[in-house]
């Protein structure tokens, strides 16, 4: 079982799913409801089957500033 992905961010808003993980794979997003944003961080890298899963899914990918 994967880490709470949420840890050490600061409160997200509504359907936004904030992750500090370094890596975002595709178990990290199976995690997730459909249709959420997942915040990561500005460093992150994200795979590619995590990114055509969340795709798939209506998983918005967006990075921190």
Same mark, same amino acid.
């Given at each position: 079982k994967l880490a709470n992905p949420a840890a050490?961010?600061?409160a997200p808003a509504p359907?936004?799913?904030?992750?500090a993980?370094?890596?975002i794979s595709q178990q990290v997003?199976?995690?997730l409801?459909?249709?959420v944003e997942l /915040? $990561? =961080?500005?460093?992150? /890298? $994200? =795979?590619a089957l995590a990114r055509d899963l969340a795709a798939a899914?209506?998983?918005r990918i967006t990075r921190e500033v």
């Amino acid at each position: 079982k994967l880490a709470n992905p949420a840890a050490a961010m600061p409160a997200p808003a509504p359907g936004v799913v904030p992750c500090a993980r370094s890596l975002i794979s595709q178990q990290v997003v199976q995690q997730l409801p459909n249709g959420v944003e997942l /915040r $990561v =961080t500005a460093g992150a /890298r $994200v =795979t590619a089957l995590a990114r055509d899963l969340a795709a798939a899914r209506s998983i918005r990918i967006t990075r921190e500033v």
